[in-house]
């Protein structure tokens, strides 16, 4: 008899799902058939590939206007739900690994970020980085359109966030964050930041887009 890692837990909460898309970021808000520690089973109206990475806000409050939690994880299965004409599928994310000793404190606010997502830190000074998942507008410099993407990294003059478009190392972006700045980007409006690094991610599509702001 196979042991699970993290036993599962029969419960239905909300939750809302974030993925990155080719146009345009998109979301979900469902429910959750069950839970562990180190994911979730969740009842959702669209169907999604193994491998893709969400963002998890759990459990997600609809009436909430501040920012809520976002966990990354990534699909592992997704299947059509049995139950008759219904055209729900049943979806299985798994939280990364760098994600799921914060979850916890994430949910009770305790990370030290003002706006309660999980982070953890690196390095010193304003390169002391924090794994932290924050939802933010980017453009290049003279276009007006931006794109919706999710940090991977926020330090206080770098960041990195994973996005299905090409960028070219050495552009000019403008950053903004959709909740209206966060604590080490203070803001009035957009930042000017430098493409400094591209890497690719695992088992993705996307890339990760490395940006040092200018002064």
């Known amino acids: 008899m196979q042991r699970r890692l993290h036993p599962r837990v029969r419960l239905q909460l909300p939750a809302r799902l974030r993925w990155s898309a080719p146009l345009a970021q ?18 959702a109206s669209r169907s999604l590939l193994p491998g893709h990475p969400i963002w998890v806000a759990f459990p997600f409050d609809a009436q909430s206007s501040g920012a809520q939690p976002e966990t990354v994880a990534r699909v592992v299965r997704c299947a059509k739900s049995d139950e008759p004409a219904t055209g729900w599928w049943k979806l299985a994310v ?20 003002s706006k309660g997502h999980a982070g953890s830190a690196s390095g010193n000074g304003s390169d002391r980085a924090r794994t932290v998942s924050l939802p933010i507008h ?60 591209i890497e690719m991610a695992a088992g993705s599509e996307s890339v990760m887009v490395i940006v040092r702001r200018r002064p």
């Open 26 to 43: 998109q979301t979900e808000q469902c429910q959750t058939i069950n839970v562990s520690r180190g994911g979730l089973l969740l009842r």
């Open 94 to 113: 798994k939280f990364e690994a760098v994600r799921e000793a914060t979850l916890k404190e994430a949910a009770l606010g305790k990370t030290g970020n």
């Open 138 to 197: 980017v453009r290049q410099k003279g276009i007006p359109w931006h794109e919706e993407v999710m940090t991977i990294e926020v330090s206080a003059d770098k960041l990195k966030f994973q996005t299905c478009r090409e960028y070219q190392f050495g552009e000019h972006l403008m950053v903004s964050f959709d909740l209206g700045g966060e604590e080490l980007w203070k803001s009035d409006g957009e930042s000017e930041a430098e493409v400094t690094g």
